[in-house]
Protein backbone atom coordinates (compact mmCIF):
# COMPACT_ATOMS: atom_id res chain seq x y z
CA UNK A 1 0.00 0.00 0.00
CA UNK A 2 1.56 3.50 -0.84
CA UNK A 3 2.29 5.87 1.06
CA UNK A 4 -0.95 8.31 0.09
CA UNK A 5 -3.35 5.38 -0.10
CA UNK A 6 -5.88 4.89 2.86
CA UNK A 7 -6.33 1.97 4.37
CA UNK A 8 -10.08 0.33 4.91
CA UNK A 9 -10.79 -0.96 8.19
CA UNK A 10 -15.05 -1.92 8.32
CA UNK A 11 -15.14 -1.89 11.84
CA UNK A 12 -14.30 2.13 10.99
CA UNK A 13 -17.09 4.48 11.31
CA UNK A 14 -17.13 8.31 10.65
CA UNK A 15 -16.97 8.85 14.53
CA UNK A 16 -14.16 6.26 14.47
CA UNK A 17 -13.36 2.84 15.78
CA UNK A 18 -16.82 1.50 16.24
CA UNK A 19 -17.83 1.72 20.11
CA UNK A 20 -14.91 3.13 21.16
CA UNK A 21 -15.04 6.93 19.90
CA UNK A 22 -17.48 9.65 21.53
CA UNK A 23 -20.20 10.99 19.23
CA UNK A 24 -20.07 14.81 18.76
CA UNK A 25 -21.80 16.52 21.63
CA UNK A 26 -25.20 17.55 20.52
CA UNK A 27 -25.42 21.38 20.53
CA UNK A 28 -28.35 22.82 23.22
CA UNK A 29 -31.00 24.75 21.64
CA UNK A 30 -32.55 27.09 23.40
CA UNK A 31 -36.77 26.48 24.25
CA UNK A 32 -37.34 29.87 23.67
CA UNK A 33 -41.11 31.36 23.25
CA UNK A 34 -41.57 33.77 20.36
CA UNK A 35 -42.36 37.26 21.60
CA UNK A 36 -45.88 38.19 22.49
CA UNK A 37 -47.17 40.05 19.53
CA UNK A 38 -49.59 41.94 21.98
CA UNK A 39 -48.52 45.12 23.59
CA UNK A 40 -50.84 44.51 26.31
CA UNK A 41 -50.54 42.92 29.88
CA UNK A 42 -53.96 40.55 28.90
CA UNK A 43 -53.82 36.89 29.84
CA UNK A 44 -55.65 34.71 26.24
CA UNK A 45 -56.28 31.32 27.40
CA UNK A 46 -55.87 29.24 24.83
CA UNK A 47 -57.30 25.23 24.95
CA UNK A 48 -56.14 22.84 22.78
CA UNK A 49 -54.64 19.26 23.44
CA UNK A 50 -52.29 19.07 20.38
CA UNK A 51 -52.21 21.94 18.52
CA UNK A 52 -48.73 24.57 19.43
CA UNK A 53 -49.76 27.47 21.54
CA UNK A 54 -49.84 30.57 19.70
CA UNK A 55 -47.32 33.44 20.37
CA UNK A 56 -48.77 35.38 23.14
CA UNK A 57 -51.31 32.89 24.56
CA UNK A 58 -51.37 30.88 27.87
CA UNK A 59 -51.63 27.31 26.66
CA UNK A 60 -54.19 24.70 28.40
CA UNK A 61 -53.95 21.27 27.37
CA UNK A 62 -57.05 19.82 29.44
CA UNK A 63 -60.91 21.07 30.17
CA UNK A 64 -59.19 21.60 34.13
CA UNK A 65 -56.38 23.10 33.08
CA UNK A 66 -58.44 25.21 31.02
CA UNK A 67 -61.16 25.65 33.91
CA UNK A 68 -58.27 26.57 36.35
CA UNK A 69 -56.75 29.10 34.18
CA UNK A 70 -59.88 31.26 33.85
CA UNK A 71 -60.61 31.15 37.32
CA UNK A 72 -57.40 31.77 38.43
CA UNK A 73 -57.35 35.12 35.69
CA UNK A 74 -59.06 38.33 37.40
CA UNK A 75 -61.93 39.30 34.56
CA UNK A 76 -60.05 42.53 33.80
CA UNK A 77 -56.89 40.49 32.62
CA UNK A 78 -58.76 38.79 30.22
CA UNK A 79 -57.63 39.38 27.16
CA UNK A 80 -59.65 36.37 24.61
CA UNK A 81 -60.34 33.04 24.95
CA UNK A 82 -59.65 30.00 22.17
CA UNK A 83 -61.28 26.80 22.02
CA UNK A 84 -60.82 23.22 20.58
CA UNK A 85 -63.58 20.82 20.13
CA UNK A 86 -61.78 17.52 20.16
CA UNK A 87 -59.85 17.38 23.57
CA UNK A 88 -58.66 13.95 23.24
CA UNK A 89 -60.73 10.69 23.42
CA UNK A 90 -62.80 10.08 26.61
CA UNK A 91 -61.86 13.42 27.29
CA UNK A 92 -64.29 16.26 28.08
CA UNK A 93 -65.06 18.22 24.82
CA UNK A 94 -65.32 22.11 23.55
CA UNK A 95 -69.09 22.07 24.36
CA UNK A 96 -68.06 21.10 28.12
CA UNK A 97 -65.51 24.21 27.89
CA UNK A 98 -68.35 26.51 25.76
CA UNK A 99 -70.79 25.61 28.87
CA UNK A 100 -68.26 26.71 31.02
CA UNK A 101 -67.49 30.10 29.67
CA UNK A 102 -70.88 30.69 29.48
CA UNK A 103 -71.60 30.47 32.60
CA UNK A 104 -68.62 32.51 34.07
CA UNK A 105 -69.38 35.20 31.56
CA UNK A 106 -72.63 35.38 32.92
CA UNK A 107 -71.81 35.34 36.65
CA UNK A 108 -70.74 39.02 36.12
CA UNK A 109 -71.00 40.18 32.79
CA UNK A 110 -69.87 43.41 33.72
CA UNK A 111 -66.15 42.68 34.81
CA UNK A 112 -65.16 41.39 31.07
CA UNK A 113 -63.90 43.51 28.52
CA UNK A 114 -61.91 41.08 26.13
CA UNK A 115 -61.98 41.25 22.13
CA UNK A 116 -63.11 37.57 21.25
CA UNK A 117 -63.57 34.07 21.67
CA UNK A 118 -61.93 31.71 18.68
CA UNK A 119 -63.74 28.27 18.49
CA UNK A 120 -61.75 26.02 16.06
CA UNK A 121 -61.80 22.00 15.31
CA UNK A 122 -60.37 19.53 12.58
CA UNK A 123 -63.96 19.21 12.87
CA UNK A 124 -66.12 22.24 11.57
CA UNK A 125 -69.09 21.57 12.21
CA UNK A 126 -68.57 21.25 15.77
CA UNK A 127 -66.82 24.70 15.91
CA UNK A 128 -69.97 26.07 14.18
CA UNK A 129 -71.75 24.69 16.89
CA UNK A 130 -69.56 26.08 19.79
CA UNK A 131 -69.80 29.22 18.35
CA UNK A 132 -73.40 29.53 17.69
CA UNK A 133 -73.96 28.47 21.46
CA UNK A 134 -72.06 31.06 22.45
CA UNK A 135 -73.71 33.39 20.44
CA UNK A 136 -76.83 32.78 21.48
CA UNK A 137 -76.35 33.07 25.28
CA UNK A 138 -73.80 36.32 24.81
CA UNK A 139 -76.82 37.85 22.47
CA UNK A 140 -78.71 37.47 25.68
CA UNK A 141 -76.79 39.37 27.80
CA UNK A 142 -76.10 43.49 26.90
CA UNK A 143 -72.85 43.83 28.46
CA UNK A 144 -71.74 40.68 26.47
CA UNK A 145 -73.34 40.94 23.07
CA UNK A 146 -69.99 42.80 21.87
CA UNK A 147 -68.04 39.52 22.39
CA UNK A 148 -66.99 38.60 18.78
CA UNK A 149 -67.15 34.72 18.27
CA UNK A 150 -64.88 33.87 15.42
CA UNK A 151 -64.29 30.63 14.25
CA UNK A 152 -60.62 30.34 13.13
CA UNK A 153 -57.32 29.79 15.34
CA UNK A 154 -56.34 32.96 17.06
CA UNK A 155 -53.67 34.64 14.63
CA UNK A 156 -55.00 33.36 11.45
CA UNK A 157 -56.72 36.33 10.62
Given at each position: ??????????????????????????????????????????????????????????????????????????????????????????????????????E??????????????????????????????????????????????????P???
Amino acid sequence: MGRNQLRHSPRRTQYGRQGTAKKPALKAVANETPPSPYKDDLVRIFLDDERPCPPGWTLTRSLGQFIRAVTECPPEKLGGLALDWDLGYGQPNGHDAVEFVIEHLTANPEAFEFDGIFCHSACREEAVKMAKALNAALEQHENLSWIAVMLELPGSQ
